[in-house]
């Protein structure tokens, strides 16, 4: 059948209305889709620092964060962090006028709060296995600690009777009660003293990094619990007390003592030889303790000054043990030869030799003093207090796994470091911290040259505040051209670098 022109027309009009309506329909819901999204934008398009442009919602797109439940208040997401399996949120608040207000950070806590009893578990988790354990072990190590740790079970419980037999049979007293209670106090002693030991040993990788510092510190505590254990003749009654406390200090300094004997003996071995090493090097150490003793013995028959003798036995002591660290040549870069290393290379373009090095090391820098220049693997709270500081230099390292500051109020130098950071970036945020230090130290010389020249009566004058945002991009011009120069320095002096020496934080921003 023929169809009339009219009615192909009406045919054509109902088919063009249809697609019209569905063009309608798309690009209603199209220009509602942009509508919302511009009001999401415009909403946060405020967020200004003193009146940098970096909006806040694009600082969120790019770092990942979105921060919705913040949208509607005065709180603003800065950054998130995670340490371990923690994780925290840090947002600060705005004033009315958009600005953010001075000391508004703030930490939220994204980690459900756990159990005591998980609590107590990763408390013992942290005295009992290594870091990273399982995977910084071999299968073989769990075994080996569960025997090892019954033997000395079985080693224990037969000290108790030796020790109460031994007293008995040199005649402590002819009374049958004296020598059992004599023998509680001396186990109770030496009990003290394990205890201590136990405590130390969480100590665990600063016996890598700070193997001198901590082969020092042992032996100034060796001589402290020597003078407490000489102190007992001066209050008897007290025996129990000073006892227990000078064998805590004794066996701290023993676990250190032993924790850093192979590294030290490891350095000297050349070869597959670090068995023939160490047993050559613990026999030099007998027959100098044995020659001692006698030496002691013969001068105790004369009867002389106690305190005289001890001091100066003491101070003997704690020299040789100064000499001692100091002859030491490790190959690594710890925090304190990485900063040796620096200096040197920023100063005169050179890395010093690793006998240089291992000379100009600070021995006295121990591992838990908190006033170290230079925190790296730092708290994003300890390093910011204002978030206009922290949206200022984070484009300076929009590239880096890192970011360096420097907060005035603290006087130190702060590197976080990003989830992605590698063992190349954890070195270069360490190198890149003490370039800025260097920076700052070199600014504070201007400035307090600055005032004496003022009080002289000179009038060329060099500003008195320092600007820290140029510090830090000029810092960051320096590090990108001169970071593999020192790296191929370091190399040729004979340095290995390692960021698990360098002791980083745990910290990461993500």
């Known amino acids: 059948m023929k169809q009339s022109p009219n009615t192909n027309a009406n045919a054509t009009a109902q088919s063009l209305t249809s697609q019209e309506s569905c063009l309608l329909v798309r690009e209603t819901l199209r220009i509602s889709a942009n509508l919302a999204s511009n009001a999401g934008v415009s909403s946060n398009s405020s967020s200004v620092n003193d009146g940098a442009a970096i909006p806040l919602m694009d600082e969120n797109r790019r770092m990942g964060l979105m921060g919705e439940e913040f949208r509607e208040s005065s709180l603003k997401l800065i950054c998130c962090e995670k340490m371990d399996a923690r994780r925290w949120k840090y947002v600060a608040e705005k004033d009315p006028f958009g600005n953010f207000k001075n000391n508004s950070i703030r930490a939220l806590s994204l980690h459900t709060p756990q159990s005591p009893l998980d609590e107590l578990m990763a408390f013992a988790r942290s005295y009992v296995v290594p870091e990273g354990f399982p995977d910084s072990v071999i299968p073989s190590y769990v075994p080996y600690m569960t025997w090892r740790a019954l033997k000395h079970f079985f080693g224990g419980a037969m000290g108790v009777f030796t ?25 109770l002693k030496d009990g003290a003293g394990r205890v201590g030991k136990m405590l130390f040993s969480r100590q665990g990788k600063k016996f890598d990094y700070d193997l001198k510092q901590l ?142 090095g ?114 830090i991009a000029d810092s960051c011009k320096m590090v990108s051209t001169s970071y593999g120069h020192f790296k191929n320095k370091a190399a040729e002096q004979g340095w290995r670098m390692s960021e698990s020496l360098l002791n980083p934080g745990r910290a990461r921003l993500y």
Not at 305 to 311: D, E, K, N, R
């Open 358 to 471: 291992n000379m100009q090391e600070n021995i006295f820098s121990f591992p838990w003093l908190k006033d170290r220049p230079v925190v790296l693997g730092s708290r994003f709270k300890d390093a910011f207090q204002d978030p206009g500081a922290y949206l200022a230099i984070e484009p300076l390292f929009e590239k880096e796994k890192y970011i360096v500051t420097y907060n005035p109020s603290k006087g130190k130098i702060y590197a976080l470091l990003k989830d992605q950071a590698k063992s190349d970036d954890i070195l270069k945020a360490a190198f890149h911290a003490h370039v800025l230090l260097h920076f700052i130290h070199s600014s504070n010389n201007c400035r307090s040259s600055s005032r004496s020249q003022q009080e002289h009566g000179h009038s060329n004058l060099i500003p008195t505040t320092a600007d820290f945002g140029l510090h």
């Open 215 to 356: 082969r020092f510190a042992g032996d100034l505590l060796l001589e402290l619990g020597a003078g407490v254990e000489l102190a007992t003749a001066a209050a008897p009654h007290l025996f129990l007390p000073l006892a227990c406390a000078a064998n805590v200090l004794k066996n701290v300094a023993a676990v250190t003592s032993t924790s850093t004997r192979t590294p030290i003996y490891k350095a000297f071995a050349k070869g597959e030889n670090i068995g023939d090493v160490t047993a050559k090097g613990e026999c030099v150490s007998n027959i100098a303790d044995l020659l001692g003793t006698g030496l002691s013995i013969m001068i105790s028959k004369r009867n002389p000054s106690l305190v005289t003798t001890f001091g100066l036995l003491s101070c003997g002591y704690l020299f040789s043990s100064y000499r001692e660290v100091r002859s030491v040549v490790l190959h690594t870069l710890n925090r304190a030869r990485f900063s040796v290393a620096v200096d040197s290379f920023v100063k005169t373009g050179q890395v010093p030799s690793l006998q240089e």
């Open 163 to 187: 020790t109460q037999t031994l007293l008995s049979s040199v005649g402590v007293s002819r009374n049958r009660a004296a020598p059992g209670a004599v023998a509680i106090n001396w186990i």
